[in-house]
């Protein structure tokens, strides 16, 4: 069977880097097209990127004589999906170019993931949310992943909710200076210290898993109804982000119930058998003093989310420790799964 044309928008930023290192020998997609700033365009990915590629792997050879184009849908007529890892300053355009011209979007970027009519797809905790693809008017159909801190707290809260349900969270981020993108943020800022302000942030960690976990009505994505409340906070770590999570629940649960329920979690990646799907989704450290992100980052490959330190919580009902890695499983990992459960469920045709 022939692989999906695929491209990728925003190829030599830190997102559009993981695209090209996990899209490498895809059983179900090609890269065909490259695109990024007129600055990049016209030159091979190679020659643009020796000083440019973060990621610890060598740049993958598929991809080190492919020309960099601008992103134009008119360039990229054979392609059926995008990539996006475009910044929020000119994504909502380009990414609604590229729907109009019949081309689908998955994307990384904040622009779309607020319309009711946009999946802000998580691929185990709301598949379902795909129903609304058909309300939108566009040929082409943009899904969009969540933020990458909020990722990992909406697949810990998911088996929660529907057991037990949810009255309000409160959570407390430690996010990786690699969040930031490329160069991120100064030294002297971060290094020794800990910033707690990160823009938008907590408006998003407040709000989309109120999404995710929603439900589908009418051709309409509506929110899920419980609180929270957020403090976002950079620190200095290069990859993961770590969150302290307490929750509240409307019916009783035991620390065994929970355990049980995360344990047991998992989605329709993990029946379709999906190339990138984590097994478990969800992986409990018994340990006091994990997940660490130096020690527990790369579980899974990096699309596993780690949860530790269950315990009670004297306001709250429980309260513990969640991380997943901000890049793969909160970024292009989780746009890649999302591709690859469209494909398996025939939306790319």
Not at 38 to 58: C, F, L, Q
Not at 106 to 128: G, Q
């Amino acid at each position: 069977m022939s692989r999906v044309k695929v491209a990728v928008l925003g190829a030599t930023g830190s997102v559009g880097q993981r695209f090209i290192q996990l899209l490498d020998h895809h059983p179900y997609f090609e890269v065909t097209h490259l695109c990024a700033s007129e600055n990049s365009a016209g030159k091979p990915y190679g020659d643009v990127m020796k000083a440019r590629w973060k990621i610890s792997s060598d740049i993958p050879a598929y991809v080190k004589n492919m020309i960099i184009t601008t992103p134009d849908p008119s360039k990229t007529k054979d392609v059926v999906l995008a990539f996006s890892g475009l910044d929020s300053s000119i994504a909502g355009e380009v990414e609604t170019n590229y729907a109009n011209a019949g081309i689908h979007i998955i994307s990384n970027s904040k622009n779309h993931r607020m319309d009711p009519t946009v999946p802000l797809l998580s691929a185990e905790v709301n598949s379902s949310h795909l129903d609304v693809l058909t309300s939108q008017k566009t040929k082409g159909k943009i899904i969009t992943n969540s933020n990458c801190t909020i990722m990992g707290v909406t697949i810990s809260l998911k088996p929660l909710f529907d057991r037990f349900g949810i009255e309000s969270v409160m959570l407390f981020s430690m996010q990786a200076i690699s969040g930031a993108g490329y160069p991120g943020v100064p030294t002297m800022d971060i290094l020794g210290n800990v910033v707690p302000h990160i823009g938008g942030e907590e408006e998003k960690a407040e709000l989309e898993p109120l999404k995710c976990l929603g439900k589908v009505e009418n051709g309409k994505i509506l929110h899920a109804d419980f609180s929270i409340s957020a403090h976002c906070n950079r620190v200095p770590v290069f990859d993961g982000h770590t969150v302290c999570v307490s929750v509240k629940f409307k019916r009783k649960a035991s620390k065994e119930e929970i355990l049980s329920a995360w344990k047991e979690f998992s989605g329709e990646p993990q029946t379709l058998d999906l190339p990138l799907a984590p097994n478990p989704v969800i992986f409990y450290r018994e340990e006091e003093d994990r997940p660490q992100p130096k020690l527990d980052l790369d579980t899974g490959k990096g699309m596993t989310t780690v949860i530790g330190r269950l315990r009670p919580d004297p306001i709250f009902d429980w309260k513990y420790v969640v991380l997943s890695h901000n890049t793969i499983r909160g970024a292009a990992g989780a746009a890649l799964l999302n591709a690859e459960l469209l494909y398996k469920k025939k939306f790319l045709g």
